[in-house]
């Protein structure tokens, strides 16, 4: 049983420029959930999908940034428009509906926006 | 609404020393409780969770925690620490709102472990 998995594991863009992530979740799990993590803090919540409805979106998902899950398994992050406050690691993580709620990360990408 | 408190950014201990890393949440309803260690550049790796049953929970690398309901508490306890325990350390509360179970973070403690 693989884990979840990202990609790119680090991206430097310039600024104005548009990014997307990929997260492959673990096999079979049908929530998905996105964070931001930014040095020294915790990871932060910004959405979340159970199969390929997006259920809550966090106010700090901007209307620059667009997630998608379109057949309920992998799923993208696209920024539009990067800023450099948007440098951060975005993690993806995943669960099975009835999992005790614990969720599994992937190991994460590194947005750096120069 | 729920909320994480760690307190402390930094905790430093000797090789060998107890480890104590403290977290207190704030949760309406009956919470599920975490903790991740997360290395430098890597996810989060779940320790150990509470979810119901006993209070005193034991995860893996010899850590465990207490979820003690009248201080809204959940500290992580090592009785020794090892080098190779330095890492970030998060602790995290899930609680029911809407259906959903979305789990909030505290701002992470950074273990920090002399020889």
């Known amino acids: 049983d693989t884990g979840v998995s990202q990609d790119p594991r680090h991206k430097i863009t310039k600024r104005g420029q548009n990014v997307t992530f990929r997260c492959d979740p673990i096999?079979?799990?049908?929530?998905l959930y996105w964070y931001r993590q930014t040095l020294g803090q915790g990871p932060e919540f910004l959405t979340y999908f159970q199969n390929e409805a997006q259920l809550e979106k966090s106010r700090l998902l901007s209307d620059r940034f667009s997630a998608e899950r379109p057949k309920g398994s992998f799923s993208t992050l696209e920024i539009q428009r990067t800023e450099q406050g948007d440098s951060a690691m975005y993690l993806c993580a995943s669960r099975p509906t009835n999992s005790g709620n614990t969720i599994y990360f992937g190991e994460g990408s590194w947005l750096t926006v120069v | 609404a729920q909320s994480v408190t760690q307190l402390g950014s930094h905790v430093s201990v000797s090789e060998g020393a107890l480890v104590l890393l403290r977290c207190n949440y704030s949760s309406s309803v009956p919470p599920y409780l975490f903790w991740y260690v997360q290395y430098p550049n890597q996810g989060l790796q779940l320790l150990l969770k509470y979810t119901t049953g006993a209070t005193l929970v034991k995860g893996i690398n010899g850590f465990e925690a207490e979820f003690k309901k009248s201080e809204t508490s959940f500290h992580l306890t090592k009785p020794s620490a090892h080098m190779s325990d330095a890492a970030e350390y998060f602790c995290?509360?899930?609680?029911?709102?809407?259906?959903?179970?979305?789990?909030?973070f505290g701002r992470g403690t950074s273990l920090i472990v002399h020889p």
């Open positions: 096999s079979e799990h049908n929530r």
């Open positions: 995290a509360v899930s609680s029911p709102s809407g259906g959903s179970y979305i789990p909030t």
